[in-house]
């Protein structure tokens, strides 16, 4: 059966004087893809102008290469001694990569900025490497006031080692990030699912609400109709109606009391056998009820 993985794209954007440095990333990408990433259900996949890009035309060349890349999810810049080539809109092709990255981050905080400085010495012997050094260590420069924490290394072993060692880290909190957002979504999921079925009892109450007050009203009629008629003297209704005292019709009073039909009374201070036509009044919601009840039969 298929099993589902998830894919990490990582970019690698550098001058042409760290190639070792990106064969070295190459294999430990393998490495990870074997072990590390293997174990966590990942696959990682190495993004490379010399892999990913084919022919075409641009504005210039790294127009093609920022076009054919795509997104990713982890950028590593690797720098030693040469800035790169200028393009049309930044100082390097590599500083333009960089610029890319830097401005989706600051955007969606993604994709991970991850750079790296080789420090081991050089014979810089032309006024070109001179000055391409010069431009790396403004730029250095630059990325430190933008905030950045980049890592320097002295042997292509060192990067390796650092390099293997901070995916590890950033797939982790990934991994990590991906189960607190899928938490937060199953609780979202399951909050709009109460919500709906909060929704949903609302209305049936209401329904059951509904049937109850009608229910009751048929039941209850009879004590409204019978204190309406005998306080009017109403031909062919007795001037009498006498109270009971039991839990039914003590609790038949206390409805009509408690929703509005009868003015307050102390249903306890009742007499068994009372006459409830001089001892009860009739609010101006019980009278409207009647009149109103009555009127809809006629």
Do not use: C
């Amino acid at each position: 059966m298929p099993e589902l993985v998830t894919k990490i794209r990582i970019f690698i954007g550098s001058p042409g004087d760290v190639e070792a440095e990106r064969k070295a990333l190459t294999q430990t990408i393998d490495d990870l893809n074997v072990g590390f990433a293997s174990s966590r259900k990942m696959v990682l996949e190495l993004a490379k102008w010399e892999t990913h890009v084919w022919p075409g035309f641009g504005e210039d060349a790294q127009s093609v290469i920022n076009d054919r890349v795509g997104q990713y999810d982890i950028f590593v810049g690797v720098f030693w001694n040469r800035f790169g080539t200028p393009t049309g809109r930044a100082g390097s092709g590599s500083s333009e990569e960089f610029e890319r990255a830097y401005a989706r981050w600051k955007e969606n905080k993604r994709p991970s900025l991850m750079l790296y400085f080789r420090r081991s010495p050089a014979d810089l012997a032309t006024i070109e490497e001179i000055r391409q050094k010069q431009l790396l260590l403004e730029f250095k420069g630059s990325l430190q006031r933008l905030g950045a924490l980049f890592r320097e290394y002295s042997e292509v072993e060192e990067f390796g080692r650092l390099v293997s060692l901070h995916l590890i880290q950033e797939l982790t909190f990934l991994e990590k990030t991906a189960e607190v957002q899928q938490l937060n979504q199953r609780v979202d999921d399951q909050q709009r699912t109460l919500t709906r079925q909060e929704r949903t009892l609302a209305r049936q109450q209401d329904v059951i609400n509904q049937l109850v007050a009608y229910s009751m009203a048929s039941y209850i009629f009879k004590h409204l109709q019978f204190v309406y008629h005998g306080q009017r003297r109403d031909s062919g209704w007795p001037d009498e109606y006498l109270f009971r005292k039991n839990h039914p019709f003590e609790h038949d009073l206390r409805f009509l009391r408690d929703h509005g039909y009868i003015e307050f009374l102390e249903i306890g201070s009742l007499n068994d056998g009372e006459n409830l036509v001089k001892r009860l009044t009739l609010t101006p919601v019980g009278n409207f009820y009647v009149d109103l009840r009555e009127g809809a039969r006629s």
